[in-house]
């Protein structure tokens, strides 16, 4: 109906950048607000940024400063560009979206696969 499906992970070297990018496809009417999460080993998943259908962010404190959250709507893509990388980051990194579907006219929120982001010298 609705996938998310996410790329850009990998290995970085501490203080190093990456740029996550999360495309939505599928029986999709409308998407709200979108956002990305993460989980390491052994700890809840939290989020990390947000961003409303208008461009509207907020970021957790440990990553404000350091990581940014857009959107392209006529794409239905979310990035999430990460900078100044810490191995603190390392975790498995997954998006999200608030979306209407056209097939089934529900809204519910849907989860890509997640991608790992390694931070490590």
């Known amino acids: 109906q609705v996938q998310l499906v996410e790329s850009g992970g990998g290995l970085v070297q501490p203080g190093g950048s990456l740029r996550l990018s999360c495309a939505a496809s599928?029986?999709?009417?409308?998407?709200?607000?979108m956002g990305w999460y993460r989980q390491a080993p052994g700890k809840q998943r939290e989020l990390v940024a947000a961003?409303?259908?208008?461009?509207?962010?907020n970021y957790a404190d440990s990553v404000k400063g350091r990581f940014t959250i857009s959107r392209d709507n006529t794409k239905n893509t979310v990035y999430l560009e990460m900078n100044s990388l810490k191995p603190e980051d390392t975790a498995a990194y997954y998006c999200?979206?608030?979306?209407?579907?056209?097939?089934?006219?529900?809204?519910?929120?849907?989860w890509g696969q997640g991608t790992q982001v390694t931070v490590s010298s």
């Open positions: 999200n979206a608030d979306a209407r579907s056209s097939w089934h006219g529900g809204v519910y929120t849907y």
């Open positions: 599928g029986s999709i009417f409308s998407i709200n607000n």
């Open positions: 961003i409303t259908s208008r461009g509207g962010t």
